[in-house]
Structure formats: structure tokens, C-alpha cells
């Protein structure tokens, strides 16, 4: 990346699950390890392990300059807990059809 700022991606092969509630919101074995300079690693997992029909789109959208404009989803008593770069930049391609959560847990 530039200025010495860097994202490197690795398959995960943990088993990463999002719970909020009592309710599991997400579990894979699949995950994406995100690391990227000045932020805590990141686990971006496959839509298909994400529990969609739980989740509402959100409005809000962000630009990271390194990785492109994000997209949130929301639950009723949360608000843009989700989110993914549906059209990624090319760098962070594989990130593509895989969403991120602010609090997963590697089981």
C-alpha cells in the first residue's frame, strides 16, 4: 500500500462465530485474517456463514481509501454492526463477498 501502510489477507482456518443476544449471528471456518496497519485484525467472513435474514440493511456507508466503500447492515438494537466492500479495490480483492463484524470471537 503507500506511506507504509499495509493490509495483508490470509486464509483463516480457525473457527470465527459472532454471537450477540444468545443469537449466533455468524460461524465459518473460512475466515479472512485482515490485518492492516493502525487497526485490530479483522475477520471477514462468507456471506453464505453470515445469518442475513437477521440483519437489515443499512444507509450508512464509509470510504477506507485502501479498500473501497463499505456497505453496514444493522440489527434492531444495533446499529451498523456489519459490514463489506461489495467492489472491493482490486489490492483487497478477496474480500469480496465477505462481510466483517466489530466483535467476532475465534472459537
Known sequence: MTDGHTITIEQGTQRVRVVRD???LAESD???VVRETGCPVRYYLPAEDVRLDLL???ETTTH????GTASYWSLPDAADLVWSYPDPKPDVSQIKDHLCFY???VV
Open 22 to 24: 444468545d443469537q449466533v
Open 30 to 32: 473460512r475466515p479472512l
Open 56 to 58: 437489515t440493511p443499512s
Open 64 to 67: 477506507c481509501p485502501f479498500k
Open 103 to 105: 466483535d467476532a470471537e
